[in-house]
C-alpha cells in the first residue's frame, strides 16, 4: 500500500472527520467533547496560562476544557495571525470579548490584545499517531509557535477517527506532548 501525500491525506482525515460528525445523534457531539474536556483536564494541572483554539467546522470544540481551564483561574489565550509570513502569535481572550475573522478564516482577538506566552498550547490537528505526531493544516504556524516555545507543553486535540498507524514527518515539525480525543489520552512514554 503506498503512503498518501500530506495533501491527499489531509483531504481524506477531513472528509473521515466531517463524516464521523454527520452519523452523530443530536446532542452526541457536545457530549463527546465534553468528556474529551474531562481527559484534558487533568493534563493542565494548575497552569498559569492555556491557548486554546476556536474551531473551525468538523475540529474538535475546545470550549467545555476552555471554560474549565477559566474557571480554576488560568488566563486563556487565543493564537492571532495576521498573514502567513508572520509568526503567531497568542493573545488574551476572555469569553465574551469580541473576536474577528483572521488569516484563513480564523477567529482570533483583536490584534491590539495582550500577548502572553501560554505554558500550555492547545492545538487542533487533522491526524495523529501514537508517536504523538500531528499533521496540522499545512500552513506550519503551529509548528513554527512550538519551535520558537520549546519549554511549552504541547497538547493536540482531536477525534479519535483521526488517528492514523503513521503521520510522516517533516525535519520541521515538532512532536506533541500529549494527545487528547474523546477516548481518551496518549501521551508521551517515560522511557
Known sequence: MTELSKPALRTELRAARNAFLRGLAPGERERLEARAAAHLAPLLGGAGSVAFYRAQGSELDCGAALAAARGSGAAIALPHVSSRDHAMRFLVWEPGDPLESG?????????????????????????????????????????????????????????????????????????????????????????
Not at 492545538?123 to 509557535?145: E, H, I, K, N, V
Not at 486535540?157 to 510522516?168: D, F, K, M, V
Open 103 to 191: 488569516w484563513g478564516g480564523l477567529l482570533q482577538p483583536r490584534a491590539d490584545a495582550r500577548e502572553i506566552m501560554p505554558e500550555i498550547i492547545i492545538t487542533p490537528l487533522l491526524g495523529f499517531d501514537s508517536a504523538l505526531s500531528r499533521l496540522g493544516q499545512g500552513a506550519g504556524f503551529y509548528d513554527r509557535a512550538f519551535a520558537a516555545r520549546p519549554n511549552v507543553k504541547k497538547i493536540g486535540l482531536g477525534w479519535s477517527i483521526q488517528r492514523r498507524p503513521t503521520i510522516a514527518c517533516e525535519p520541521w515539525d515538532v512532536r506533541l506532548d500529549a494527545i487528547v480525543t474523546e477516548t481518551g489520552v496518549i501521551e508521551r512514554s517515560a522511557a
